[in-house]
């Protein structure tokens, strides 16, 4: 008979609980309200107080306390496009709510999307993303932001194709990821590696027309690498004679090369009419 007081005591526990978390719930979006009178954005400020604090507060319902901020972050966000596009507060709303919900996905990735291009805050979208990553490790999307910042918004290309890369290896990467990371690494420079990444979804893929596209990236990076090699070889001529080589047979009958290499899209490689470069003549060509 004396369990019945003390679960009618639980029960009143909890509701009072849910009451008081609701009820923060409630003033905090009743707040947004109350920023229209604030002096500025110093006043906004009031309204969103420490990380620690919310959580202290929420008593334990992080979630509930979560969709309110969540609320809070798209209102302000609305406000300020409206008015004087400037948001000065958005990286902190952002820090709030991940950190009541860290595994809240879309609130990193849609976050930092916001502070690169709306609030101009590049290292502030990147330390939001870093912070997401360290908490969902093997999300795929978080790091593939990055990349898509880095390659859009910063044209850092190396960079971009490295985190392209880790987000493709991940569990549940759609294939576009690896085909990303490939196109940023040879924007940035770094052919091998690009090459690495078509040769690795033209091997995985089932589908045709993507192993025929992944084909022709790695033949066209082949062939840059053969110029490339092909173009060093004349250079050591030309230091060593003392004059450009009339032609790539000459080349091989001065002992330079021991022959020339096939052109993978069926051409041939010759030298410029000026004789200081190669070039691929003839051959399929593919639409750019």
Same mark, same amino acid.
């Given at each position: 008979?004396? &369990?019945?007081?003390?679960?009618?005591?639980?029960?009143?526990?909890?509701?009072?609980?849910?009451?008081?978390?609701?009820?923060?719930?409630? *003033? &905090?979006?009743?707040?947004?309200?109350?920023?229209?009178?604030?002096?500025?954005?110093?006043?906004?400020?009031? %309204?969103?107080?420490?990380?620690?604090?919310?959580?202290?507060? #929420?008593?334990?319902?992080?979630?509930?306390?979560?969709?309110?901020?969540?609320?809070?972050?798209? =209102? %302000?966000?609305?406000?300020?496009?409206?008015?004087?596009?400037?948001?000065?507060?958005? +990286?902190?709303?952002?820090?709030?709510?991940?950190?009541? /919900?860290?595994?809240?996905?879309? #609130? %990193?990735?849609?976050? #930092?999307?916001?502070?690169?291009?709306?609030?101009?805050?590049?290292?502030?979208?990147?330390?939001?993303?870093? $912070?997401?990553? &360290?908490?969902?490790?093997?999300?795929?999307?978080? @790091?593939? *932001?990055?990349?898509?910042?880095?390659?859009?918004?910063?044209?850092?290309?190396?960079?971009? +194709?490295?985190?392209?890369?880790?987000? /493709?290896?991940?569990?549940?990467?759609?294939?576009?990821?690896?085909?990303?990371?490939?196109?940023?690494? $040879?924007?940035?420079?770094?052919?091998?590696?690009?090459?690495?990444?078509?040769?690795?979804?033209?091997? $995985? /893929?089932?589908? =045709? *027309?993507?192993?025929?596209?992944?084909?022709?990236?790695?033949?066209?990076?082949? =062939?840059?690498?053969?110029?490339?090699?092909?173009?060093?070889?004349?250079?050591?001529?030309?230091?060593?004679?003392?004059?450009?080589?009339?032609?790539?047979?000459?080349?091989?009958?001065?002992?330079?090369?021991?022959?020339? @290499?096939?052109?993978?899209?069926?051409?041939?490689?010759?030298?410029?009419? *000026?004789?200081? /470069?190669?070039?691929?003549?003839?051959?399929?060509?593919?639409?750019?």
């Amino acid at each position: 008979m004396r &369990s019945r007081p003390r679960t009618y005591l639980t029960k009143i526990i909890l509701l009072l609980l849910l009451l008081t978390a609701g009820f923060f719930v409630f *003033t &905090s979006q009743n707040n947004i309200d109350r920023m229209n009178a604030a002096d500025g954005q110093q006043g906004e400020l009031l %309204y969103f107080p420490s990380a620690r604090f919310t959580k202290a507060a #929420a008593f334990g319902f992080t979630n509930l306390a979560a969709d309110g901020i969540w609320l809070q972050v798209i =209102q %302000y966000y609305g406000k300020h496009s409206l008015s004087d596009r400037e948001y000065k507060y958005l +990286g902190h709303m952002f820090d709030l709510l991940t950190y009541l /919900s860290p595994q809240f996905k879309m #609130a %990193y990735n849609f976050g #930092a999307l916001l502070l690169v291009s709306d609030a101009r805050d590049p290292a502030g979208a990147l330390k939001l993303l870093d $912070k997401g990553m &360290s908490l969902n490790p093997e999300e795929w999307s978080i @790091p593939f *932001t990055k990349g898509f910042i880095n390659y859009i918004f910063l044209g850092n290309y190396r960079e971009a +194709g490295r985190w392209f890369t880790i987000s /493709s290896r991940l569990s549940g990467a759609p294939e576009m990821a690896g085909r990303f990371a490939a196109f940023a690494l $040879k924007k940035g420079g770094d052919i091998n590696t690009s090459r690495e990444l078509w040769l690795e979804i033209y091997n $995985k /893929s089932r589908n =045709q *027309t993507e192993k025929e596209i992944a084909k022709m990236y790695i033949d066209e990076i082949d =062939q840059q690498l053969i110029i490339e090699k092909l173009n060093n070889i004349v250079n050591i001529y030309r230091k060593e004679k003392g004059s450009l080589p009339k032609g790539l047979d000459e080349m091989i009958t001065s002992g330079y090369l021991r022959y020339i @290499p096939k052109d993978p899209f069926g051409g041939r490689f010759v030298l410029n009419k *000026t004789g200081n /470069s190669v070039m691929a003549v003839g051959g399929r060509n593919r639409e750019k």
